[in-house]
Each structure stands twice: as C-alpha cells, then as structure tokens.
C-alpha cells in the first residue's frame, strides 16, 4: 500500500511537470522588454563594401601551417565570426575550383568544371554582375590567370573552365572597374586573332602589363583599371611573385571612391591549391603567408572603415595535407593523403557589419545567399 501511495505521488509529480509544466517548474521573471536607440556610433548592420577573399585550396591544415611556420600567428586570428561550409559539387563529392567559385558567386551547386553555370549549363547572374548592375564599384584580383576557374566564374559563363579564350572575351561582356591577375596571352595571342587589350582600351580602360611597368610603379588614372601580371601564370611568391598585398591595397584605394553605393571585390591566394597539388608544404606555406600578408592590407582598410565586410574562405582543401609527429614550429613533418582536393568542411572567418551571419555550418551557396542578404538586395 504504501509502494502504491508512493508511486501515485511520483505519477502526479511527474503529470503536472509534463502536463502544467508552466506553473511546477520555477517560470522565468518577467521582461520588459528593452528598447536600444540606435546611435549613430554603432556598426551598422549592413556594409557599403564585401572583399571576399578566397585562398584556393585552403583547408585547416594549409592555414595550421601558415601560422606554425609565421612565429605562430596570422593576421586571420583578427576574425570573431567563423564557420563552415560543405563545398561538394553537384554531381561529386569532390569539387574543384570551378564548381565551387560558381556556387560562391552565383549560389548554386553547379557540376566541376562549370564557369558561372547551373547543373543544366544555363547560365546564371554571379554577384559581381548583380553588383555591376546595382550600381557599385567591382574587382577581381587572383595571382593565377584571370582566366583561371576561381576568378572567371565570377565573371565569365562557360561550360569548361579550360576555355580560356572565351572566358577571357567574357570580360568584355561586363562594365568590371578592375581586374589584376596573369594570363596575358589569352588576351592578345588569341585563335581568333581578336587583341582584347586593345579592345579594353577602346572601352576606356587603362591597361597595362608586367611587360610595361611594375605593378608597384603604377598609378591607375581613374579610367577602368586592368593589369596583367604575367604572359601565362603568375611565379610562386618562392620564385619572386610579390604582388598580391601591394594589389590587394591597390584594388581597395581604387574601388573605395569609385561608387557612392560601394563596391564588390574578390581577391584569391590561387597558388596554395598548386602546392597542394605538388605535394609540396614549402610552396604551401610561403603562399598561405602571402595571402595572410594580403587579409592584413584588407584588414587595415576594414577596421579604419568601418563599412567594409570582409570573408575570408576556401573553395576546398587540396592535398590530405597533415601535420605529423615530430614536428616543430619551424621544422614541420608533414603528409599528404592525395594529389587532388579532398572533401573536408571549410572554414569561412568574417570580419565587419553583417559578419555575425557566418557562423554556423551552412552549404558554399550559401556564401552568396550571405553577401547578397549583406548588400540588403531583394
Ligand atoms: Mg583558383
Ligand atoms: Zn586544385
């Protein structure tokens, strides 16, 4: 009997917590609810400016071995806000840099090999066309081709990413205020005989080359700006390359004023995927070092205005990369799993109004959905 009373009590317990839960729990206190005046001091939710920044290739390892091989920091640990996202392609689970610039710049899963193209080869609007259209101020800057798969997909629509002549003629389809990048030859060494340099000229751009005069000599004149940085691709920052902070700089100093409704800038450390791909942690390092070099310049420009977003991603890992035991800051032991890229989550950091919105694990689309919500547009 007294089992049974005993086992009522805890039944009735145990409904008025599920059934009422409201009144036999303690309930929270009661809020009024706070009213913030904006002040106009306050971060305003929405940047005027995004630099996306994508270090191609770039997984968790490449960055670990950046910072280990930099006295142990990067300008990278300036970020608050960071996540992940899952950049498989539409039709594999391995992407490339195609696949996944595309998505970064168009929000789609498109198929590995596609410039600005969905799954079905049609093609669709990228960010910096949305930009251009809005009014703002664009740049591509990458130390591959600008004809390489990660900034032509945010520019160009082909169904192969090999096209490099036609995704070359696509720049001329835009109203781009400046690109910087290699891949000379595809511009004026062409099968079809045209010299888009000249044509880029003939549409008010100034344009210049390695050829001409140093980057670091170069005093854009308020036309368009394009500069080419080498006939094919750029060196490794190993064999002398040098430009990428200097054009980082460059690009913000240019756009900044360009648009009173902003600007939209893409910046890409192409050559760690190369190292990646080499298997090679010396070529990994010095151009993860280079590319930090690049998000401190940005970072510079940020934190002073204030108005800027800045995203700092990878498109992939490349390589298995490991740091293994027996290793030392200055000496790392490392491995490699593949020559190819391999399918690991990626980590996004930003920094600036609207960073909050890249926490999480989201899928790469979503970088766009991001930037796109960011600038406020509909
Ligand atoms: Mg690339
Ligand atoms: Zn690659």
Same mark, same amino acid.
């Given at each position: 009997?007294?089992?049974?009373?005993? +086992?009522?009590?805890?039944?009735?317990?145990?409904?008025?917590?599920?059934?009422?839960?409201?009144?036999?729990?303690?309930?929270?206190?009661?809020?009024?609810?706070?009213?913030?005046?904006?002040?106009?001091?306050?971060?305003?939710?929405?940047?005027?400016?995004?630099?996306? @920044?994508?270090?191609?290739?770039?997984?968790?390892?490449?960055?670990?071995?950046?910072?280990?091989?930099?006295?142990?920091?990067?300008?990278?640990?300036?970020?608050?806000?960071?996540?992940?996202?899952?950049?498989?392609?539409?039709?594999?689970?391995?992407?490339?840099?195609?696949?996944?610039?595309?998505?970064?710049?168009?929000?789609?899963?498109?198929?590995?090999?596609?410039?600005?193209?969905?799954?079905?080869?049609?093609?669709?609007?990228?960010?910096?066309?949305?930009?251009?259209?809005?009014?703002?101020?664009?740049?591509?800057?990458?130390?591959?081709?600008?004809?390489?798969?990660?900034?032509?997909?945010?520019? +160009?629509?082909?169904?192969?990413?090999? @096209?490099?002549?036609?995704?070359?003629?696509?720049?001329?389809?835009?109203?781009?205020?400046?690109?910087?990048?290699?891949?000379?030859?595809?511009?004026?060494?062409?099968?079809?005989?045209?010299?888009?340099?000249?044509?880029?000229?003939?549409?008010?751009?100034?344009?210049?080359?390695?050829?001409?005069?140093?980057?670091?000599?170069?005093?854009?004149?308020?036309?368009?700006?394009?500069?080419?940085?080498?006939?094919?691709?750029?060196?490794?920052?190993?064999?002398?390359?040098?430009?990428?902070?200097?054009?980082?700089?460059?690009?913000?100093?240019?756009?900044?004023?360009?648009?009173?409704?902003?600007?939209?800038? @893409?910046?890409?450390?192409?050559?760690?995927?190369?190292?990646?791909?080499?298997?090679?942690?010396?070529?990994?390092?010095?151009?993860?070092?280079?590319?930090?070099?690049?998000?401190?310049?940005?970072?510079?420009?940020?934190?002073?205005?204030?108005?800027?977003?800045?995203?700092?991603?990878?498109?992939?890992?490349?390589?298995?990369?490991?740091?293994?035991?027996?290793?030392?800051?200055?000496?790392?032991?490392?491995?490699?799993?593949?020559?190819?890229?391999?399918?690991?989550?990626?980590?996004?950091?930003?920094?600036?109004?609207?960073?909050?919105?890249?926490?999480?694990?989201?899928?790469?689309? +979503?970088?766009?959905?991001? @930037?796109? +919500?960011?600038?406020?547009?509909?």
């Amino acid at each position: 009997m007294k089992k049974l009373l005993f +086992a009522c009590t805890i039944f009735v317990l145990v409904s008025c917590k599920t059934l009422n839960s409201g009144t036999t729990l303690t309930p929270p206190p009661p809020t009024t609810p706070v009213v913030v005046e904006p002040s106009p001091q306050e971060t305003p939710l929405r940047p005027k400016n995004i630099i996306l @920044m994508i270090g191609d290739g770039m997984g968790l390892t490449q960055i670990s071995a950046g910072l280990y091989s930099n006295g142990m920091k990067l300008a990278l640990e300036k970020f608050k806000h960071i996540g992940l996202h899952k950049c498989y392609a539409d039709n594999d689970l391995i992407t490339d840099s195609a696949a996944a610039a595309t998505s970064f710049a168009c929000g789609i899963k498109t198929y590995n090999g596609a410039i600005g193209l969905d799954a079905q080869e049609k093609p669709v609007k990228t960010i910096l066309e949305y930009a251009e259209m809005k009014g703002l101020a664009t740049g591509l800057v990458a130390t591959s081709t600008i004809v390489h798969a990660t900034p032509a997909s945010f520019i +160009a629509h082909q169904k192969v990413r090999s @096209m490099y002549e036609e995704i070359a003629a696509d720049f001329l389809n835009t109203e781009v205020d400046l690109f910087i990048g290699g891949g000379k030859k595809y511009f004026d060494r062409r099968v079809d005989k045209r010299n888009l340099l000249k044509e880029l000229e003939e549409k008010g751009y100034q344009v210049a080359s390695f050829l001409d005069e140093d980057l670091k000599e170069i005093q854009p004149n308020g036309k368009n700006f394009a500069y080419l940085t080498a006939d094919s691709d750029p060196l490794p920052v190993a064999q002398g390359r040098d430009y990428l902070p200097h054009a980082s700089k460059l690009s913000i100093d240019f756009l900044k004023d360009r648009s009173k409704e902003g600007f939209f800038l @893409m910046i890409e450390g192409s050559q760690i995927d190369w190292g990646g791909h080499a298997n090679d942690a010396n070529y990994i390092i010095t151009e993860m070092i280079d590319f930090d070099n690049s998000i401190a310049e940005v970072l510079k420009f940020a934190e002073e205005d204030g108005e800027t977003l800045v995203i700092v991603t990878a498109d992939h890992e490349t390589g298995g990369f490991a740091i293994q035991k027996g290793s030392k800051p200055d000496s790392l032991v490392t491995a490699f799993t593949s020559d190819y890229h391999t399918a690991d989550l990626i980590p996004v950091f930003a920094y600036g109004p609207g960073a909050e919105a890249f926490m999480g694990i989201y899928e790469n689309t +979503a970088i766009f959905d991001k @930037m796109f +919500a960011a600038f406020g547009w509909k």
